[in-house]
């Protein structure tokens, strides 16, 4: 049982008219910051010349900002920091790293609108799904500063004794970690992967994805307002092809910590498990990369609960995010009337710039995926019936209409490629035990859900249903810090459990210690 109370960070009610003014703020706000940003290697700041523009991806003509990359040397430099800093961080009473993430956690929380308007110039979230992720980070800081004061409590507790010897146990940092992000959750799920080595009494080298660095470098502004000495946490943006990779290869580094697609985190866990000259140690790889979510929607339910659910769970954020729903598996008795629902529901959704709060859906991040996105439509309509959506649009930022294509083979490949977009493949099944069948028939293993009033179907999905996160009669997406642990099976990751009690110990190694008396 916990001993240090949780509660999550509450959402914005955006019906109240003073939050939606508190927003409109937080985006003026954002439009007045400065427009370059440097490393930040020991607390310096360090400017390369080697500048990534970063554009609004709902208007890809408006530059957020420019910020400075990493290269080799930058990068040996920030891991001799994180090394000799290392020395002095994983001997910090865990209290006091916990104090760090609370206090970066009330700092968030006063600029809340701020940080969400960022997410939505930066990264194209509309509004609700800017202030989840927010909220979410907060979470991650509450929660994991909690776990460690618990796993705190556990050194120098004598575990047993003898009349010869006292045992103890304990937990101990790992050493300097690299923390590689993503850009969906580019404020959330950073914050949750660099505090987790952090508080945990490590160092860290960070790498944020490419499209969303100016996210990245405003949070670590806030580590270090929050007292985070410097070295803790280094900010190396840049190539993940140049320094991603000599980070990963570094025979110094102890662990890699990554979200993101499958084929990047495969390279990764592949790169790590070679020994480098001079490595002692052999690293860890903690990894999340994807999915190919189902929703399994059974006979006897109710449709317009399922086709709520499969909308929720595929177009929030323009399906961006590992969780999303992108294969429906319906019961052929409520088939055509689900999917007459899903269809209707889609056409309601509205599209455009979410600095619009009545956008329900933004762009898609970039031009790469506006371009993949636009060729998966191509192959969608050509594997089953597009019956909403379809169409693209790049005259002024990257919008893609959120798609439903149905009567698709189970072995189609828009039912087995992670796609990452507003787009879900509809197919037909006879029963239920060729529902659960075809949504374990993907590579990965992610999330899942299923929508059923039968209380043996719902038992054989807990069973046989093979994810990390399956949910039952509601969305496969909004995963909640401390309540429901987030990670994947199979090429879904290592099931690190991210939010979970033993996501922490990950980052550290346990010690006995035996004294004779």
Known sequence: MAIYTYKTEPLVDFSKKENQEMFKKGLKKVGEYEKNYPLIIGGKRIETGQLVKSYNPSNHQELIGSIHQAGIKEAEEAMEVALDTFK????????VRADVLFKTAAIIRRRKFEFSALLTKEAGKPWIEADADTAEAIDFLEFYGRQMLELGSIDNKVLSRRNIERNEYRYIPLGVGAVITPWNFPLAILTGMTTAAVVSGNTVLLKPASTTQIIAYKFVEVLEEAGLPAGVVNFVPGKGSEIGEYIVNHPKIRFISFTGSKNVGASIYEKAAKVQKGQIWLKRVIAEMGG??????????????AADAIVKSSFG?????????????IHQDVYDEVISKVVEKTKALTIGDPYD??????????????????EYIK?????GKIVAGGKVDASVGWFVEPTVIIDVDPFARIMQEEIFGPFVAITKVKDFNEAIEVANNTEYGLTGAVISNNRVHLEKAREEFHVGN?????????AIVG???????NMSGTDSKAGGPDYLILHMQGKTISESL
Do not use: H
């Open 470 to 478: 399956l949910y039952f009669n509601r969305k496969c997406t909004g």
């Open 483 to 489: 309540y429901q642990p987030f990670g994947g099976f």
């Open 357 to 374: 709060f009545s956008n329900y859906m933004g762009p898609v991040i970039d031009e790469k995926a506006f371009e993949r996105l636009s």
């Open 317 to 329: 954020f323009s399906g961006q995010k590992c969780s999303a729903c992108s294969r429906a598996i």
């Open 379 to 383: 192959i969608g309509a050509n594997e």
């Open 292 to 305: 190919k979510d189902a929703i399994v929607v059974d006979s006897d339910i109710d449709t317009e609960l």
């Open 88 to 95: 002095t961080w994983s001997k910090v009473d865990p209290k």
